[in-house]
């Protein structure tokens, strides 16, 4: 794991550069998540633009990797349904 004057990683999923990252942001004394592209191991300056089809392999691997906490976990687990239980996305 990285640890630069800015941040400390604490994990990271990455999926032929893409990545998802959990960060302690040291000035701001808080974990952030950052998407971001990798090219020859260094990051670019540009945002990170996945298509879907890419993105939800990315997320799930972020999610096997402890990217994302608990509580952001069962939080858009909530998001995903309403309060009737209709999934929402694709009709089945």
Request: charged share 30%; proline share 3%.
């Amino acid at each position: 794991m990285r640890d630069t004057h800015y941040a400390t990683e604490l994990a990271h999923a990455d999926i032929g550069g893409s990545r998802i990252e959990r960060l302690h942001v040291k000035h701001q004394g808080q974990d952030e998540i950052r998407f971001s592209w990798w090219k020859d191991g260094r990051m670019m300056m540009r945002p990170l633009d996945l298509p879907e089809n890419e993105l939800l392999p990315l997320f799930q691997a972020a999610i096997r990797n402890g990217v994302f906490s608990e509580d952001f976990l069962r939080d858009l687990h909530a998001a995903l349904y309403d309060a009737r239980g209709v999934t929402v996305g694709r009709a089945r």
